[in-house]
């Protein structure tokens, strides 16, 4: 069964190769839910996201034909999209749409609290943070980069990466007790 999953995806991403109409349509199918939950961890809004996911695609049907077959497909893929994120956020930082929140207090918070709160629930409160924090956290806390590679990626610091994850987590941990006071 997994050779026949591969063998088709294999005839599509020839058939995408030859630019193939179809073929595109069958791999954007594929491809394009999981893609999308990777742009809407980065973008701002919806209309980044979307806009995100487009430019992916994009650079995924342009550069079909360097893929090397070694390693997964999907994972090939997800890193042309977390790069296409990566330079959204970048375009975004040298318009001056840096932000910056220093006065988020440190409070413990109940671990009942936490442990009551869905993935999904986690995820809305993550897309709440501001761009260059969630940014970080998304790169090390779902993706597992470590700061000295989100620092380059971002063209920043290892520090100020760390200080971001820092205050993304203090962000959060404020979210969560706003959301469990309601």
Known sequence: MAENHTDKLNLILAQCIERLPKAQKQLFDLLSPK???VCLRYAK??????????????????????????GSFEGWVKRIFINTSIE???KAQRENMVDNIDDVPERPIDPQTISALRAADLMKLVERLPKGYRTVFNLFAIEGYRHDE???MLNISENTSKSQLHKARLFLQELVIKQNLK
């Open 45 to 70: 809004d919806v209309d980044e996201a979307k806009d995100i996911l487009q430019e992916g695609f994009i650079k995924v049907f342009n550069n079909l034909e360097r893929f090397e077959h070694k």
């Open 88 to 90: 959204f956020y970048r």
């Open 35 to 37: 893609m999308y939950a």
């Open 150 to 152: 989100i620092a380059e």
